[in-house]
C-alpha cells in the first residue's frame, strides 16, 4: 500500500505535528507551507493522500482541492479547517475530499480518521482495476467473436466454393457418361444418313437444286457430328501427349492468335508477367485450349472496344494466372452455371467452352474460380500446381 503523504498547512506548528504524528505510524510525509509549494510537491511525490488547511493565504484550500481531484485522481484529499459549519463541509465534499477534521484536533482521531480513507482508497482503486480489467476482458471477448464470426464466413465460403466445384465435377461425369452413350447411339444413324445423303449427291447434277439440298444436308450433318466431339471433349478427356510446356509461351501464342481480332475491336493489351514460372508437365493443345476459350469470351464482350488484361505470377507451389475483361460483366445468377455445360448467353454459343476449361484445369489439380459485376466486367482467376 502506498504511504505517502503530503501536508500543506500555513502554521508551522500543525505541520511538525502532523509529521511527527504520521511517521511514527510508518507513513512517508512530506510538508508545505502554501497552496502552490503544495501543488508542486503533489506534481513531484504523486501520494496517496494530502492533508489539506481549508484556509491559507494566496491559494485556499478549496481551490486546491478542486485542483487536486480533476489533476490527481489517485489522490485523495482530507481537509483541516477550523470552521465546522454544515456548509462548508457540503462543500468540501462535493469537491472531492474524503473527509476533514477540526482544528485543534485529537492525535488519535486524525490517525483513525486518515486510515480509513487510506483503506477506503485501497478498495475503491482495486474495483477500478477490476473494472478496468472486465472492459478489457469485455473488450477481448467481442474482437475474438468478431474474429470467430470473420472465420465462420471465410470458411462458410470455402465451404460453398467446395461444394460448388464438388456440383461441377459431378455434373461433368453425369455427363461424361450420357455423352459417350449418346455419343455412340447418334453417330450410328449419323453415319448411315450421312453415307446415305453421298450416295445422293454422287448421283446429281452438280448444278441442280437438289445437289445444293444434299451438300447442306451433309455439312448439317458435319455440324452434329462436331458437336457431338465438343461434348465429349467437354466431359472426357480426349487423347493427349505430356511434354514440358512453358505457360508463358502458350499465352504469348494465343495472343499471336488473336492479335488481328484485338486490334479490330480496339482492344487494349495490358499483359504482365510478374514472373516466369517454370515449365510444367502438361499438353499444349489442352492449356491452349484454355486461354482460347477465354480469350474469346472476353473479346466477344469488347467488340466496341475496351482493356484486355493477363496477369502471370507463381511461387513455391503454383502458377497463378489472372485474364481480366472490361466487359459487360456476367449476371449475379448467372455465375454459379457458366462452367455447366450447354450454359451460354450468346446467340450462337454451345456453351462448351468453359465447361472444357474448367475439365483441362481439374484434370491438373487446378482451381479456376471467376469475379464479375454487371457493367465492370469480369476476371478469371487460374490456379495451376508446379508439381
Known amino acids: 500500500m502506498d504511504r505517502r503523504i503530503v501536508v500543506v498547512d500555513d502554521e508551522k506548528i500543525i505541520l511538525e505535528l502532523t509529521s511527527m504524528i504520521l511517521r511514527s505510524k510508518g507513513y512517508q510525509v512530506f510538508t508545505a507551507e502554501n497552496g502552490q509549494e503544495g501543488m508542486a510537491l503533489i506534481e513531484k511525490e504523486r501520494p496517496a493522500l494530502v492533508l489539506l488547511d481549508y484556509m491559507m493565504p494566496a491559494m485556499d484550500g478549496l481551490t486546491a482541492l478542486k485542483k487536486i481531484r480533476e489533476s490527481y485522481p489517485d489522490t485523495y484529499v482530507m481537509m483541516f479547517t477550523g470552521k465546522g459549519s454544515e456548509e462548508i463541509a457540503v462543500e468540501l465534499m462535493k469537491a472531492g475530499a474524503s473527509d476533514y477534521i477540526l482544528k485543534p484536533f485529537n492525535n488519535q482521531d486524525l490517525v483513525d480518521r486518515l486510515e480509513n480513507i487510506m483503506r477506503i482508497r485501497t478498495i475503491e482503486l482495486h474495483n477500478r482495476e477490476l473494472r478496468q480489467e472486465r472492459e478489457r476482458l469485455l473488450y477481448e471477448i467481442e474482437q475474438w467473436n ?85 461434348l465429349l471433349a467437354a466431359s472426357k478427356r480426349p487423347q493427349y501427349e505430356l511434354h514440358m510446356v512453358s505457360i508463358a509461351t502458350i499465352i504469348d501464342r494465343t495472343l499471336e492468335a488473336f492479335a488481328e481480332q484485338i486490334k479490330a475491336y480496339g482492344v487494349v493489351l495490358r499483359k504482365e508477367f510478374v514472373t516466369e514460372p517454370p515449365p510444367i508437365l502438361a499438353d499444349a493443345a489442352e492449356m491452349s485450349q484454355v486461354f482460347n476459350n477465354i480469350l474469346a469470351n472476353a473479346l466477344y464482350e469488347m467488340q466496341q472496344g475496351g482493356t484486355l488484361g493477363l496477369r502471370l505470377s507463381h511461387d513455391a507451389h503454383a502458377i497463378h494466372m489472372d485474364v481480366s475483361d472490361t466487359g459487360r460483366g456476367i449476371a449475379k445468377e448467372n455465375l454459379s452455371q457458366i462452367f455447366d455445360p450447354f450454359f451460354t448467353t450468346k446467340a450462337k454459343g454451345t456453351g462448351f467452352g468453359l465447361s472444357v476449361v474448367l475439365r483441362i484445369v481439374k484434370t491438373y489439380g487446378g482451381r479456376i474460380t471467376v469475379d464479375s459485376h454487371p457493367g465492370e466486367g469480369t476476371v478469371f482467376h487460374i490456379q495451376l500446381p508446379l508439381a
Open 146 to 230: 468478431l474474429e470467430l464470426e470473420r472465420r465462420v464466413e471465410e470458411k462458410s465460403r470455402d465451404l460453398e466454393k467446395a461444394h460448388a466445384e464438388i456440383v461441377q465435377a459431378e455434373k461433368l461425369a453425369a455427363l461424361g457418361h450420357l455423352s459417350a452413350g449418346m455419343a455412340h447411339e447418334i453417330r450410328n444413324p449419323l453415319n448411315t444418313i450421312s453415307l446415305f445423303m453421298q450416295l445422293l449427291k454422287n448421283g446429281l447434277k452438280p448444278d441442280s437444286e437438289l445437289f445444293t439440298y444434299a451438300d447442306k444436308a451433309l455439312n448439317e450433318v458435319g455440324r452434329i457430328d462436331d458437336l457431338l466431339i465438343r
